[in-house]
């Protein structure tokens, strides 16, 4: 294992690689690496000679009252964790080697950034698409892994690699559980053990709406009876938006044909939990 914090050096040793006809595969994460992270690293592998796990808490995507100086943070036990995967180079760039004091550039990806996590965190899809923009130039991989779990980045970066001419092939994982379906998240961490029981709330949530949208035919409908059903479940949770979408276009069903996206972002306590389910009728 290689752990790199210069971006120059990682492009130049990649150079290499490539040279040599090997295909490199990209997996970013922030660290404070879990099962879900590590099922995209095991897929990466399995698809490329060569494999990059980047680790940055890219400060461009945190609003100014949210987590970033408390976001957990472990370098140690990341490189544990990975060690088991074999040779790899793991990105580590210090927040000055990605944005210079004079950084001006952004990348946007306006209408899929704007429902869902995009109301409530402005500016945070542009500092995700920015980071993954300035990670695809740094590493150029063919192909690169990301988690259905963060369904709208995902849909996000498949854009802007199209948008952009990417030559990347953005690849999807489903999303890992814990036993009782709260999906894993570093910021799983934040919760006591009271809510630790209420979170898994979203994903009863996302059950209910998989069971219900069987029989139902409104969706607006739909979504009040999913509303009611979280306030009479865990009235201390505090649901953020609870949305049935199109899944390609992240626009509002009208009726519940087809494909559906049932996502939702809901607090608990101090700790904003997001999760969503594609539900096929
Ligand atoms: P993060 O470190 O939260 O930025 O996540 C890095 C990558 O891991 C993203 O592509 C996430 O979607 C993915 N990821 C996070 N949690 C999970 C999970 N529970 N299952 C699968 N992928 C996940």
Known sequence: MKLIEDPLTLSRLLKKARARGQKIALVPTMGALHEGHLSLVNKA????????????????QFGPKEDLKKYP????????????FG?????????????????????EVEK?????????RPGH?????????????????DLAVFGEKDYQQ??????MARDLNFPIEVISCPTVREYDGLALSSRNSYLNKDER???????RTLNQAKELIKKRKDAKKLQGELLDFIHLQEPKAKVEYLELLDPLT???????????????????????????????K
């Open 154 to 159: 995902l849909q996000i970066i498949k854009k």
């Open 112 to 120: 899929l950034s704007q429902p869902l996590c995009g109301k409530s």
């Open 197 to 203: 029981r209420s979170a898994t709330i979203l994903y």
């Open 87 to 107: 040779p790899l180079f793991v990105f580590n760039p210090r927040p000055q080697d990605l944005y210079k004091k004079d950084h001006e550039t952004w990348v």
């Open 73 to 84: 943070r472990n370098l140690r036990k990341d490189l544990a964790a990975l060690k088991p």
């Open 250 to 280: 992240l626009e509002p069903k009208k009726d519940l044909k087809g494909k559906v996206l049932a996502a939702l972002a809901v607090w608990i306590g101090k700790t904003r939990l997001i999760d969503n389910l594609t539900i096929s």
């Open 45 to 60: 592998r399995s698809l490329a000679d060569i494999l990059v796990v980047s680790i940055f808490v890219n400060p461009a």
């Open 125 to 141: 899809f542009r500092g995700v698409a920015t980071v993954v923009a300035k990670l695809f130039n740094i590493v150029q991989p």
